[in-house]
C-alpha cells in the first residue's frame, strides 16, 4: 500500500508569496504526474490564525528569521504566511488536487507552531495524521512538497519514528536553504530513509 504525502503546495511557499521556496513552482507538474501511482494521495496545507507566534509581526520589535525561544524550544519567526482563508494559504492552482483523499491542517493553535504533518514542534500535540495512515493500511509513504527542509523533512523524520518505510522523492521537493537540506539528506539516508527520484517510483 503506497501513500503519497504532499506537503504544503501552497501559494505563499511559492515564488512571488509571502515566504517564496527557491523555484518552488518547478515541483508542481512532477507531483501531478506522479499522483496516479499512488493508492492514496494525502496532503498536508499550513494554516495558521493570523496572530500565530511563528509570526515576527507578532512580537513587538522582532524582525523576520530573527530566532526567539519559545518555552524552551527554537522558533524562527517567519513572515506572515498561509493565513487561513487566505489567498497565500490556498494551493497552487495548477496542482491537482482532485484524488486527494483529505487534507491535513497544521499550525492551526495560535500559540504553537507545527512543521511537520503529524506533530507540533514541541511534539506535544498530533495531527491524526499517523493514525489515519496506519487505519488505511499504509506500509509505504512517499514524501514531496515545500519546503525540502523544513515541513517535509520533519514529516519524513516523524512518519520514520512512527514506524513508516520513508521515501523522499528528492526531484518532488525545493528546500529553503539548500546547504541545510544537504546535511538533512545524509542523516535521513542514514537513517534508512530512502532519497529517491520521481522517475523510481
Ligand atoms: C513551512 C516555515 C513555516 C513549510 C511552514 O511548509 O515548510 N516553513 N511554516
Ligand atoms: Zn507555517
Same mark, same amino acid.
Given at each position: 500500500?503506497?501513500?503519497?504525502?504532499?506537503?504544503?503546495?501552497?501559494?505563499?511557499?511559492?515564488?512571488?508569496?509571502?515566504?517564496?521556496?527557491?523555484?518552488?513552482?518547478?515541483?508542481?507538474?512532477?507531483?501531478?504526474?506522479?499522483?496516479?501511482?499512488?493508492?492514496?494521495?494525502?496532503?498536508?496545507?499550513?494554516?495558521?490564525?493570523?496572530?500565530?507566534?511563528?509570526?515576527?509581526?507578532?512580537?513587538?520589535?522582532?524582525?523576520?528569521?530573527?530566532?526567539?525561544?519559545?518555552?524552551?524550544?527554537?522558533? &524562527?519567526?517567519?513572515?506572515?504566511?498561509?493565513?487561513?482563508?487566505?489567498?497565500?494559504?490556498?494551493?497552487?492552482?495548477?496542482?491537482?488536487?482532485?484524488?486527494?483523499?483529505?487534507?491535513?491542517?497544521?499550525?492551526?493553535?495560535?500559540? &504553537?507552531?507545527?512543521?511537520?504533518?503529524?506533530?507540533?514542534?514541541?511534539?506535544?500535540?498530533?495531527?491524526?495524521?499517523?493514525?489515519?495512515?496506519?487505519?488505511?493500511?499504509?506500509?509505504?509513504?512517499?514524501?514531496?512538497?515545500?519546503?525540502?527542509?523544513?515541513?517535509?523533512?520533519?514529516?519524513?523524520?516523524?512518519?520514520?519514528?512512527?514506524?513508516?518505510?520513508?521515501?523522499?522523492?528528492?526531484?518532488?521537493?525545493?528546500?529553503?536553504?539548500?546547504?541545510?537540506?544537504?546535511?538533512?539528506?545524509?542523516?535521513?539516508?542514514?537513517?534508512?530513509?530512502? &532519497?529517491?527520484?520521481?522517475?523510481? &517510483?
Amino acid at each position: 500500500m503506497k501513500t503519497l504525502l504532499v506537503i504544503d503546495v501552497q501559494n505563499d511557499f511559492m515564488p512571488g508569496g509571502s515566504l517564496p521556496v527557491p523555484d518552488g513552482d518547478k515541483i508542481v507538474p512532477v507531483i501531478n504526474r506522479i499522483q496516479d501511482k499512488f493508492d492514496l494521495v494525502v496532503a498536508s496545507q499550513d494554516w495558521h490564525p493570523q496572530n500565530h507566534i511563528s509570526f515576527a509581526s507578532n512580537h513587538l520589535g522582532k524582525s523576520t528569521f530573527d530566532e526567539i525561544e519559545i518555552q524552551g524550544q527554537k522558533q &524562527i519567526l517567519w513572515p506572515d504566511h498561509c493565513v487561513q482563508g487566505t489567498e497565500g494559504a490556498l494551493f497552487h492552482p495548477e496542482l491537482k488536487t482532485q484524488s486527494w483523499e483529505t487534507i491535513f491542517r497544521k499550525g492551526t493553535d495560535p500559540q &504553537i507552531d507545527s512543521y511537520s504533518a503529524f506533530y507540533d514542534n514541541g511534539h506535544l500535540k498530533s495531527t491524526g495524521l499517523s493514525g489515519y495512515l496506519r487505519e488505511k493500511s499504509t506500509s509505504q509513504l512517499f514524501f514531496c512538497g515545500l519546503a525540502a527542509d523544513i515541513c517535509v523533512y520533519f514529516s519524513a523524520m516523524d512518519a520514520f519514528k512512527e514506524g513508516f518505510a520513508c521515501f523522499f522523492i528528492e526531484d518532488a521537493s525545493q528546500a529553503l536553504d539548500v546547504e541545510a537540506f544537504e546535511i538533512q539528506k545524509k542523516e535521513m539516508k542514514r537513517l534508512g530513509i530512502q &532519497i529517491i527520484s520521481s522517475e523510481d &517510483i
